[in-house]
C-alpha cells in the first residue's frame, strides 16, 4: 500500500538558518503530494502542495518539488524563524484514494 | 467564521464506558473525516464520509461508530473505550467529494485518555 517516510525529529535550529525535511514515498499511479504544518495546541494546516511530476509547491517561504524520479517530496525554507516551531507532516493521496496517508511528522525548533 | 469545531477538548474514560466526540463544520462540506494521531505514527484515519448518509472505513476503525444524518455533523462513537483508544483525535472537512485533492480543514483536536 502507499506509505510516506519522513526524516526523524526533533530539528532543533538557529534563527535564519536553512532547512530541510526530508520525505519519500512509496505509491501506485500519480499521487498527489502535501505538506500540512500543525502549531501547538492547534489542529493540521495545508503548507503547501503538488499534483504532478515536477511541479514546485510553496507558501510562506517554504517549498518542496515533486520528484517522481527519487519519490521525493522533500520541504525546504532558506531562512527559517521563532515563528516557524511546529511539527510538519508530509502526505499523499495515490490515484483514486479518498484518504490521505500521513508520514510521521518532523518537530522543528527554531531559537532566536 | 467557525470553520471545524470539535468538543469536547480533553475526555478522560474508564475502560468499557462509551461516548461521542462531537465534529461540527459550517462551511458546507461535503467530505469529512476522523483520524487518530499517536507518537511516532503521524495521523490514521479512522472512517470518512462523501456526503450525507455516505460513511465507509479507514484504516483503523476497529472500536469506533460513525454516522452522517447531515452534512455538518459527523460525530464519532466509542462503544467500549478500551487503553488503546488514548489518543488525539481530529475531525476533518473539505469541499470536493474526491476529499483529499481539495485541502483539508481540519478542527483543533480532542485529546482522550482511557485509564
Known amino acids: 500500500g502507499d506509505s510516506v517516510t519522513q526524516m526523524e525529529g526533533p530539528v532543533t535550529l538557529s534563527e535564519e538558518a536553512f532547512l530541510t525535511i526530508n520525505c519519500t514515498y512509496t505509491a501506485t499511479g500519480y499521487p498527489s503530494l502535501f505538506w500540512y504544518v500543525q502549531y501547538p495546541g492547534e489542529g493540521l494546516q495545508l503548507l503547501l502542495k503538488a499534483t504532478k511530476a515536477d511541479d514546485k509547491g510553496s507558501n510562506k517561504g517554504f517549498e518542496a518539488t515533486y520528484r517522481k524520479e527519487t519519490t521525493s517530496f522533500h520541504l525546504e525554507k532558506g531562512s527559517v524563524q521563532v515563528s516557524d516551531s511546529a511539527v510538519y507532516f508530509c502526505?499523499?493521496?495515490?490515484?483514486?484514494?479518498?484518504?490521505?496517508?500521513f508520514g510521521s511528522g518532523t518537530q522543528l525548533t527554531v531559537l532566536p | 467564521n467557525a470553520g471545524v469545531t470539535q468538543t469536547p477538548k480533553f475526555q478522560v474514560l474508564k475502560t468499557g464506558q462509551s461516548m461521542t466526540l462531537q465534529c461540527a463544520q459550517d462551511m458546507n462540506h461535503e467530505y469529512m473525516s476522523w483520524y487518530r494521531q499517536d507518537p511516532g505514527m503521524g495521523l490514521r484515519l479512522i472512517h470518512y464520509?462523501?456526503?450525507?448518509?455516505?460513511?465507509d472505513q479507514g484504516e483503523v476503525p476497529n472500536g469506533y461508530n460513525v454516522s452522517r444524518s447531515t452534512t455538518e455533523d459527523f460525530p464519532l462513537r466509542l462503544l467500549s473505550a478500551a487503553p488503546s483508544q488514548t489518543s488525539v483525535y481530529f475531525c476533518?472537512?473539505?469541499?470536493?467529494?474526491?476529499?483529499?485533492?481539495?485541502?483539508?480543514?481540519f478542527g483543533n483536536g480532542t485529546r482522550l485518555t482511557v485509564t
Open positions: 476533518a472537512s473539505s469541499y470536493s467529494r474526491s476529499g483529499p485533492n481539495s485541502p483539508l480543514h
Open positions: 502526505a499523499l493521496r495515490g490515484g483514486s484514494a479518498r484518504q490521505l496517508t
Open positions: 464520509s462523501v456526503g450525507a448518509g455516505i460513511t
